[in-house]
Structure formats: structure tokens, C-alpha cells
């Protein structure tokens, strides 16, 4: 005989199970921890079902090729190493770190998210790519080349204390401190740290943008978010 705890116990598992199928392909899920399929990253945290990695960003156009492949090639004369580019469809900003969200998180990170930004009112507006440098990750485990936000620096700033304000109240990870947003062109696995002091400087041609959306990457799954007009 079914008991009515049983068959409510069933019917849960169902409608969870139908409410991860609608919003995420579990498929990217199963992915293991290759570095060589994701730019030399190693995974930040544990993976865990129902799990799905989130990241805020601006997407920057594939066109910053143009500027990051000469700028590539100078700095692999400089540090002995071969860089491996970023692809061109991967260039971004990055406005958040990389944090782990629960699916009956999503939507309500991303209403206030929206919202914070309206009250705020944040508006498009235009960056300039201006110098380079080179970042070490957190582990130590991969060290990349960047082209640093110079012009619109406060206004990615606002972004990313507006985000940190929001994701605090879900107790997610805030972003670095002090925020130095900028566009990785090229990474190795090799610990490049003791070359940052010659590898920085102003680009010979800026690169420029507008920025009228920023996007949420959770999962396998994007969200744009429209800035007020």
C-alpha cells in the first residue's frame, strides 16, 4: 500500500528533477576538472549536484584580437614562454568571482540584481582598454596577460560594488579587493610572478567599447542584463 508521505516524497523528486531538465543541461555538470579545456583553471570549489557556477562580466568583441595579438607576441619575447590566446568569442570582464549557486537562488539573485542596478541607475557607457599587466590566479596556478579598464574604470567599479552589495546578501564571495577589472588575452601554467615588474605598460592603440549590458554566466546558461537607457 502507498503511503501518502511516499507518493509526496515521488512527486517531489519529479518536480525538482523537471526544474533542473527546464533551466540547465545537466550534461556541462559532468565535466571533469581538465585545465586544458578551460584555460589552465582548476576548479574553485567542489563540484556538487545541484551546484552550478556563476560569473557577472562584460563581454568584450572579438575584435580586441586586433590589439592582443601583436601585445602577445612582445610579451612571450620577454618572459621566454609561449602564451596560449584567449579565444577570441571568451574575451570578458570579469565583475564577480567565480561562485557556486543553488538553482532557488538563480532567480532571485538575478531580481535583485536588476533591480539594484535601476535604483542605482546605471546607464551605458563606453571603457577604453588602455594598459597591460600581467595577474597570477589564486592558487598560484596560472598566470595570464591583461589589458586593463582604464577610461570607464569608476563606472565598472559601480558595477562591481552594486553586484558585491547583492551577492553579500545571498553570503556569496565578494570581488577582489582592491578591484583591478580588466580583459586576460593570454595565459600559461607557469608561475610568472617574478616577471609582473617587466611585463606592464600603456598599449600603443587603445582599445575601445560601450558597454550597454552586462551578462550572467550560471551553469551552461547566459543572462543578459540590459543597463537603463
Known amino acids: 500500500m502507498k503511503t501518502q508521505v511516499g507518493m509526496r516524497y515521488r512527486k517531489s523528486r519529479r518536480l525538482k528533477n523537471?526544474?533542473?531538465?527546464i533551466f540547465f543541461n545537466d550534461d556541462t555538470?559532468?565535466?571533469?576538472?581538465?585545465p586544458s579545456a578551460h584555460q589552465g583553471r582548476k576548479r574553485q570549489f567542489p563540484h556538487l549536484k545541484?551546484?552550478?557556477?556563476?560569473?557577472?562580466?562584460i563581454k568584450v568583441p572579438a575584435y580586441l584580437s586586433e590589439v592582443a595579438s601583436p601585445l602577445i607576441e612582445e610579451t612571450e619575447k620577454i618572459v621566454k614562454t609561449?602564451?596560449?590566446?584567449?579565444?577570441?568569442?571568451?574575451?570578458h570582464i570579469s565583475l564577480s568571482r567565480t561562485?557556486?549557486?543553488?538553482?532557488?537562488?538563480?532567480?532571485?539573485?538575478?531580481?535583485?540584481?536588476?533591480?539594484?542596478?535601476?535604483?542605482?541607475?546605471?546607464?551605458?557607457?563606453?571603457?577604453?582598454?588602455?594598459?597591460?599587466?600581467?595577474?597570477?590566479?589564486?592558487?598560484?596556478?596560472?598566470?595570464f596577460l591583461s589589458m586593463n579598464v582604464t577610461n570607464g574604470k569608476l563606472q565598472v567599479c559601480q558595477l562591481i560594488n552594486i553586484l558585491?552589495?547583492?551577492?553579500?546578501?545571498?553570503?556569496?564571495?565578494?570581488?577582489?579587493?582592491?578591484?583591478?577589472?580588466?580583459?586576460?588575452?593570454?595565459?600559461?601554467?607557469?608561475?610568472?610572478?617574478?616577471m609582473q615588474p617587466e611585463v606592464m605598460g600603456e598599449v600603443e592603440q587603445e582599445f575601445e567599447m560601450d558597454v550597454r549590458e552586462i551578462w550572467c554566466k550560471i551553469g551552461d546558461q547566459l543572462h543578459c542584463i540590459k543597463l537603463s537607457k
Open 164 to 194: 558585491d552589495k547583492c551577492l553579500t546578501e545571498f553570503k556569496f564571495p565578494t570581488f577582489y579587493k582592491p578591484a583591478k577589472p580588466h580583459a586576460s588575452i593570454g595565459w600559461t601554467t607557469e608561475d610568472l610572478s617574478s
Open 18 to 21: 523537471l526544474i533542473y531538465r
Open 99 to 143: 561562485f557556486p549557486i543553488r538553482i532557488h537562488h538563480v532567480e532571485l539573485l538575478l531580481s535583485l540584481v536588476r533591480r539594484e542596478l535601476e535604483e542605482e541607475g546605471v546607464k551605458p557607457f563606453s571603457l577604453d582598454l588602455g594598459t597591460y599587466s600581467l595577474y597570477l590566479n589564486d592558487d598560484l596556478s596560472r598566470s
Open 29 to 34: 555538470q559532468l565535466l571533469r576538472n581538465n
Open 50 to 57: 545541484g551546484n552550478y557556477a556563476t560569473l557577472f562580466f
Open 82 to 91: 609561449k602564451l596560449e590566446p584567449t579565444p577570441n568569442t571568451g574575451y
